[in-house]
């Protein structure tokens, strides 16, 4: 029980990151009963103080699919400054929850980066790590920014008992429809296997995610008085 227990630990951890993993249809029938249901438009799973978090199947290949999130929100910002909070590594840790470390390991521009992030995940198992590498598709306006992250697992060499992320893709989507209001949308998806059913961690994840998008919120507002 108390090993299960962890790992639904790790799970709460690290899916905000990983989104939901993939999974075989035979093995989550609940969820869906045949193939042709994969790629459904989004479900409301989960909402709270005007954040909601939303789910989708996305078909992998004849036999397995992957669940995608997606959380939505508006501010009462200009997009800039959601930008410049999603463009600062140092203030990931503040917002992103687990998060033990991230810094930037290397800028090809202004627009692409790669940055390391590193989950604190509870003891006997180790914590785990990804390389993520940012790239930021802007209109010229500035009143639609796309942030796309893709994982780039051996871009740096493993550490020594820290468990490599390998697989992880993730879009920000930040559009201002006036120079006061901004709607922030992230989707994320993991083709990594999941390890419990979906009726155990879905919750947890959703839950998860919904505290990360407040503890974001919380930021932009604090830089936008």
């Given at each position: 029980?108390?090993?299960?227990?962890?790992?639904?630990?790790?799970?709460?951890?690290?899916?905000?990151?990983?989104?939901?993993?993939?999974?075989?249809?035979?093995?989550?029938?609940?969820?869906?009963?045949?193939?042709?249901?994969?790629?459904?438009?989004?479900?409301?799973?989960?909402?709270?103080?005007?954040?909601?978090?939303?789910?989708?199947?996305?078909?992998?290949?004849?036999?397995?699919?992957?669940?995608?999130?997606?959380?939505?929100?508006?501010?009462?910002?200009?997009?800039?400054?959601?930008?410049?909070?999603?463009?600062?590594?140092?203030?990931?840790?503040?917002?992103?929850?687990?998060?033990?470390?991230?810094?930037?390991?290397?800028?090809?521009?202004?627009?692409?980066?790669?940055?390391?992030?590193?989950?604190?995940?509870?003891?006997?198992?180790?914590?785990?790590?990804?390389?993520?590498?940012y790239e930021v598709h802007a209109n010229d306006d500035l009143s639609r920014t796309v942030i796309t992250l893709v994982s780039v697992p051996g871009i740096l060499e493993s550490y020594n008992g820290i468990e490599r992320i390998s697989h992880l893709d993730g879009t920000w989507i930040i559009t201002q429809f006036t120079p006061g209001r901004t709607c922030v949308e992230y989707y994320v998806c993991s083709k990594q296997t999941q390890k419990f059913p979906a009726w155990i961690v879905d919750p947890l994840i959703q839950k998860n995610l919904l505290n990360t998008m407040n503890a974001l919120r919380d930021i932009v507002i604090s830089i936008s008085k």
């Open positions: 029980m108390k090993t299960k227990i962890t790992y639904l630990l790790i799970l709460l951890h690290f899916t905000f990151n990983s989104g939901l993993g993939m999974e075989s249809p035979d093995n989550n029938l609940s969820a869906f009963s045949s193939s042709d249901k994969v790629n459904n438009k989004f479900t409301l799973v989960r909402s709270d103080d005007n954040i909601s978090i939303y789910m989708r199947w996305i078909k992998v290949n004849d036999t397995t699919s992957a669940r995608q999130l997606k959380a939505k929100f508006m501010l009462d910002c200009p997009a800039e400054n959601v930008v410049s909070v999603l463009r600062d590594d140092k203030s990931y840790t503040k917002w992103m929850k687990a998060t033990k470390t991230c810094y930037r390991v290397k800028t090809i521009n202004s627009n692409q980066w790669y940055s390391y992030v590193q989950f604190a995940i509870p003891w006997p198992l180790n914590n785990q790590d990804c390389i993520l590498k």
